[in-house]
């Protein structure tokens, strides 16, 4: 019985769909961003957006770092940031903008995240979201941002 058992651990272990650095809220997908912050394609910014699905809540690891990826992207990439975002279902909008409405740290600068959103020209539903996020982040600081 023992040795059933060890292999069904090995197996699920193992296989890559039951692998935690392939599941969607693995940190393999936020590797693949920091490699690439700051020249992010369409598809890559899709594939970040898509690891923000509910069950990455609970990965502790995946939503700090994760976070602090959202705030990178959005300073160096914001018309693509927003422009991606914009085209989510309303649940992983809804995450996002509460993730961007804390920020995991206070080294992250929320002064230049809010100027490079501001500066977008299209997606102002979805760019009006991204900044009153910033702002309640900026209020939790003691910022104003404008």
Request: glycine residues 6%; charged residues 20%.
């Amino acid at each position: 019985m023992k040795i059933a058992k060890f292999f069904l651990l090995l197996f699920v272990l193992l296989t890559p769909q039951f692998s935690l650095a392939n599941s969607e809220c693995g940190t393999s997908v936020l590797k693949e961003i920091n490699s690439k912050i700051g020249s992010l394609s369409e598809s890559d910014m899709k594939m970040f957006f898509g690891a923000y699905g509910p069950k990455c809540g609970t990965n502790v690891e995946f939503s700090e770092w994760g976070n602090e990826l959202l705030f990178g992207a959005l300073i160096k990439q914001p018309d693509l940031f927003i422009k991606i975002l914009s085209k989510q279902n309303a649940s992983v909008i809804s995450k996002v903008v509460k993730e961007l409405e804390s920020p995991i740290h206070d080294g992250i600068d929320l002064t230049k995240t809010f100027s490079a959103a501001k500066n977008v020209k299209n997606y102002k539903k979805t760019k009006n979201s991204v900044l009153s996020a910033i702002q309640i982040a900026g209020d939790k600081m003691g910022l104003k941002l404008n």
